[in-house]
């Protein structure tokens, strides 16, 4: 299982902006399913945001309007641009990508062979 390499984490105030980006080495994007999860101690990881090759894109309600997903196939990677952030968006992000697009079922851990090994992101009031 390929480990997929993420940055961008790190501390903002609130209604700040963040980027997060993924990549990988030997797993092609071009062809995949990509997300984004989050955890915060204590509590199961949820799903934040998805997108597929052919720019469909799924996202929580509690994060819509407010970050985007996107995907760079000339660069193998891909993105959660985090704006307007909130307290409560801190936690830590995984990203994660798996071979096959299952629509509005997106944010069920099980699809996804491959993930991150997580990236801090703190927004302080």
């Known amino acids: 299982q390929e480990q997929l390499v993420e940055s961008g984490g790190g501390s903002v105030q609130a209604g700040g902006s963040l980027r997060l980006s993924c990549a990988a080495s030997?797993?092609?994007?071009?062809?995949?399913?990509v997300a984004w999860f989050r955890q915060v101690p204590g509590k199961e990881r949820e799903g934040v945001a998805s997108?597929?090759?052919?720019?469909?894109?799924y996202y929580s309600d509690s994060v819509k309007g407010r970050f985007t997903i996107s995907l760079d196939s000339a660069k193998n990677t891909f993105y959660l641009d985090m704006s307007s952030l909130q307290p409560e968006d801190t936690a830590m992000y995984y990203c994660?990508?798996?071979?096959?697009?299952?629509?509005?079922?997106?944010?069920?851990?099980?699809?996804?062979?491959?993930w991150g090994q997580g990236t801090q992101v703190t927004v302080s009031s």
């Open positions: 994660a990508a798996g071979p096959i697009w299952y629509g509005n079922l997106w944010h069920v851990e099980h699809w996804y062979n491959a």
């Open positions: 030997r797993y092609n994007f071009t062809n995949a399913v």
């Open positions: 997108i597929y090759t052919d720019g469909t894109s």
